[in-house]
T-cell receptor, first 114, second 117 residues
Framework: DAGVIQSPRHEVTEMGQEVTLRCKPISGHDYLFWYRQTMMRGLELLIYFNNNVPIDDSGMPEDRFSAKMPNASFSTLKIQPSEPRDSAVYFC????????????FGEGSWLTVV | AQSVTQLGSHVSVSEGALVLLRCNYSSSVPPYLFWYVQYPNQGLQLLLKYTSAATLVKGINGFEAEFKKSETSFHLTKPSAHMSDAAEYFCAVIVNAGGTSYGKLTFGQGTILTVHP
């Protein structure tokens, strides 16, 4: 089975530009998570969805960040405008609620804002 | 608030030696505990998890971990290290694992494991 698929894998953008990261969760999973990994803050949860509905966005750093899940097989994380401090690896992850909190991670989107 | 502390940001062992990666948690209620591994430029892969069943948990690649409530610890071990085990390892916790806490992992800072010949 295909795992969690993220795109792009790598992106370099200029400060002020809009960035859109995409995620396709594992088919049949009803939870989707966005995590961010930085050297300074480690791995932190940004937002998560259950059955396409955002449940907790308390980890979203500021209004420049937004996430959507229009259907069960697609989610986006958008940053507008981007800033150099947004440079990080962004992981999408998904889970089946019957799996006892087993979370499957994608390969990550490596974002550099210059 | 829940948290995990990984003791030692870097651990170095010889091939064939015991691997011991330390993790302590803080939680006022029984937690779910996890170990993940991250190879360079890759995502996180679940090694094993504790969900209040057996205290000794066996995972993939020969790793295991023991939940010790009295010590609030969940250390990861492997009897004999392989070169392929070189990676970064993360301990994580979920408290109140149902409802609105489902999947809300709080990660430790990670331990980089180096295996030398």
């Amino acid at each position: 089975d295909a795992g969690v698929i993220q795109s792009p894998r790598h992106e370099v953008t200029e400060m002020g530009q809009e960035v859109t990261l995409r995620c396709k969760p594992i088919s049949g999973h009803d939870y989707l998570f966005w995590y961010r990994q930085t050297m300074m803050r480690g791995l932190e949860l940004l937002i998560y969805f259950n059955n396409n509905v955002p449940i907790d966005d308390s980890g979203m750093p500021e209004d420049r960040f937004s996430a959507k899940m229009p259907n069960a097989s697609f989610s986006t994380l958008k940053i507008q405008p981007s800033e150099p401090r947004d440079s990080a690896v962004y992981f999408c992850a998904s889970s089946d609620s019957s799996s006892g909190n087993t979370i499957y991670f994608g390969e990550g989107s490596w974002l550099t804002v210059v | 608030a829940q948290s995990v502390t990984q003791l030692g940001s870097h651990v170095s062992v010889s091939e064939g030696a015991l691997v011991l990666l330390r993790c302590n948690y803080s939680s006022s209620v029984p937690p779910y505990l996890f170990w993940y591994v991250q190879y360079p430029n890759q995502g996180l892969q679940l090694l094993l998890k504790y969900t209040s069943a057996a205290t000794l948990v066996k995972g993939i690649n020969g790793f295991e971990a023991e939940f010790k409530k009295s010590e609030t610890s969940f250390h990861l071990t492997k009897p004999s290290a392989h070169m392929s085990d070189a990676a970064e390892y993360f301990c994580a916790v979920i408290v109140n694992a149902g409802g609105t806490s489902y999947g809300k992992l709080t990660f430790g800072q990670g331990t980089i494991l180096t295996v030398h010949p």
